[in-house]
């Protein structure tokens, strides 16, 4: 099977197209799976994505990059390879990267979930023979609830908090997460109010067409609003700076994956965890994986050890394909870090 794609260290290289995917370094010409900072960096000559994901991109790398957006389904030829991009299903705009050269297919997933999720396209599956996944939560212990009733925890604790006069702090990625938690909560409990990292977003989101509740960015509120009765969002790194002690009394929750891991929670020092992630969980990868019918798999961001161990006692083709960002901590991937 001839190597359509490879590991470089300015990131994953397709010789023939004289291209990068989610490049690490910059590059004359890169294909963006999605607009989160391990994903995509500022400095690159050029910059193709799916034509959903081009304002939240922009914002990420700077309005002056030269950006290209193309719906998904449709097929670019570069130094005659085809790429053609696919719904991931993770954030708004986020892609799988379809490259086809000489009859060999190899997918690019970018990061996935394949739950439904009303602010973001849903994901594909794209047959293929060759298979590169994430695999953030590729432990067997990771199994994700209906999030109907992760929405319903948190308008719980947001109405509980109410009933003894705190605000509830609610933390999560600013892109992505906060959206996704807009879109599912009951917005009839209370007013909802945003850190200035989010609103942003927001805006960019409702441009697409996404349907998401009246928000306010604490900055442009009276410096005394009662926010006993709002629900806030925010960056986790917002916990314990000055920008809280504007809320008086409040209590705090984070949303992540990782807080179906009792020893997250603690590290977190918060109140509540709500386990609500943006990636797919153990059964789901697996699923996805057998649904792409890849002769080979290979395996980065996350537990990559783990499910290539797996894969191979299945019988199939599979090995780690690493990248830097696999010799960070596991609790501190992009759902927790800052974007």
């Not at 060999?104 to 979930?113: A, I, L």
């Not at 994901?123 to 067997?140: M, Y």
């Not at 805006?203 to 697409?208: G, T, V």
């Not at 002690?245 to 807080?259: L, V």
């Amino acid at each position: 099977m001839a190597e359509v794609l490879k590991s470089t260290d300015r990131g994953l290289y397709c010789e023939a197209g004289d291209f990068y995917i989610d490049p690490w370094r910059p590059v004359d010409r890169a294909v963006i799976t999605h607009a989160h900072s391990d994903h995509a960096r500022w400095g690159m000559g050029s910059y193709l994505t799916a034509d959903r994901g081009v304002n939240v991109l922009r914002r990420r790398v700077g309005e002056e990059a030269k950006i290209r957006g193309i719906p998904y389904g449709t097929t670019e030829t570069v130094n005659g390879v085809r790429v053609t991009l696919y719904p991931a299903g993770h954030i708004l705009g986020s892609a799988q990267v379809l490259v086809e050269q000489n009859g060999e297919r190899w997918v690019v997933s970018g990061d996935y979930k394949t739950e439904s999720d009303p602010t973001c396209d849903s994901f594909e599956p794209v047959p293929c023979h060759v298979f590169i996944t994430e695999c953030t939560f590729g432990l067997p212990i990771y199994h994700w609830r209906p999030d109907g009733e992760v929405f319903s925890e948190i308008n719980a604790w947001w109405t509980a908090n109410q009933a003894a006069g705190r605000a509830s702090l609610l933390m999560g990625y600013a892109l992505g997460k906060c959206q996704r938690a807009l879109a599912g909560i009951n917005s009839e409990i209370g007013p909802i109010c945003v850190h200035g990292s989010i609103q942003p977003f927001n805006d960019n989101y409702r441009e697409a067409g996404i349907a998401l509740p009246a928000t306010y960015r604490v900055g442009d509120l009276d410096r005394n609003f009662d926010y006993s009765r709002a629900l806030i969002l925010a960056p986790p790194s917002a916990e314990g700076t000055t920008w809280t002690r504007r809320f008086g009394a409040y209590s705090t929750a984070f949303m992540s994956g990782w807080m179906s891991i009792r020893g997250a929670r603690r590290r977190r020092s918060v109140d509540r965890g709500f386990v609500l992630s943006d990636h797919v969980d153990w059964p789901s990868l697996l699923a996805t994986i057998a649904a792409s019918g890849a002769e080979r798999v290979l395996a980065t961001h996350g537990h990559t050890a783990t499910l290539v161990r797996h894969l191979r006692e299945l019988g199939m083709d599979a090995d780690v394909l690493g990248t830097p960002w696999e010799e960070r901590d596991a609790v501190e991937t992009e759902e927790i870090a800052e974007p």
